[in-house]
T-cell receptor
Framework: GQSLEQPSEVTAVEGAIVQINCTYQTSGFYGLSWYQQHDGGAPTFLSYNALDGLEETGRFSSFLSRSDSYGYLLLQELQMKDSASYFCAVDNFNKFYFGSGTKLNVKP | SQTIHQWPATLVQPVGSPLSLECTVEGTSNPNLYWYRQAAGRGLQLLFYSVGIGQISSEVPQNLSASRPQDRQFILSSKKLLLSDSGFYLC????????????FGQGTRLTVV
């Protein structure tokens, strides 16, 4: 089986930096992925890490440590539009398993 | 370009009624297709996945079934809905390779009354 743990809610101010952590246990592992979901909408892809290290895409970065079964999503220069839920997901050989999500509240 | 269509967007059904949700993909062949369910304020629960026509794997035994009658069509069904079947149902297409990514349909918000 698999389990993923993320904080349920995080609050930060506009312009700040926030890190959302994800720890996982899984029977098989290809990579760790991150998705953003606004209220009422479908999840959208942010990043995928197959190898250890940090990957940067604009204001968002994602990190993976396979030995620690740990990853995080780093959001910089927060904007109000970043208020959403963020999900980590493990890629387990043709199947994606999602965490319960972290609700990010960005305040002015 | 590659797109994924899912309908209907919302659905209100009485307990005991049947269900059929359809998902189709354009712009690719032999896609890996998935059905997820999301309860309010929760994560996505993997229900079914399919790697080809007629090939269905179930993750959680429950009151639902899935079928893949055509390469780019994936259907979620139930013969008799339960109150606990209410939720946000999402069809997804996952591409694997240098850019492994899941593309989601718009979702179907199902309320069983």
């Amino acid at each position: 089986g698999q389990s993923l743990e993320q904080p349920s809610e995080v609050t930060a101010v506009e312009g700040a930096i926030v890190q959302i952590n994800c720890t996982y246990q899984t029977s098989g592992f290809y990579g760790l992925s991150w998705y953003q979901q606004h209220d009422g909408g479908a999840p959208t892809f942010l990043s995928y890490n197959a190898l250890d290290g940090l990957e940067e895409t604009g204001r968002f970065s994602s990190f993976l440590s396979r030995s620690d079964s740990y990853g995080y999503l780093l959001l910089q220069e927060l904007q109000m539009k970043d208020s959403a839920s963020y999900f980590c997901a493990v890629d387990n050989f043709n199947k994606f398993y999602f965490g319960s999500g972290t609700k990010l509240n960005v305040k002015p | 370009s590659q797109t994924i269509h899912q309908w209907p967007a919302t659905l209100v059904q009485p307990v005991g009624s049947p269900l059929s949700l359809e998902c189709t993909v354009e712009g690719t062949s032999n896609p890996n297709l998935y059905w997820y369910r999301q309860a309010a304020g929760r994560g996505l629960q993997l229900l079914f996945y399919s790697v080809g026509i007629g090939q269905i794997s179930s993750e959680v035994p429950q009151n639902l079934s899935a079928s893949r009658p055509q390469d780019r069509q994936f259907i979620l069904s139930s013969k008799k809905l339960l109150l606990s079947d209410s939720g946000f149902y999402l069809c997804a297409w996952i591409t694997y390779g240098t850019d492994t990514e899941a593309f989601f349909g718009q979702g179907t918000r199902l309320t069983v009354v």
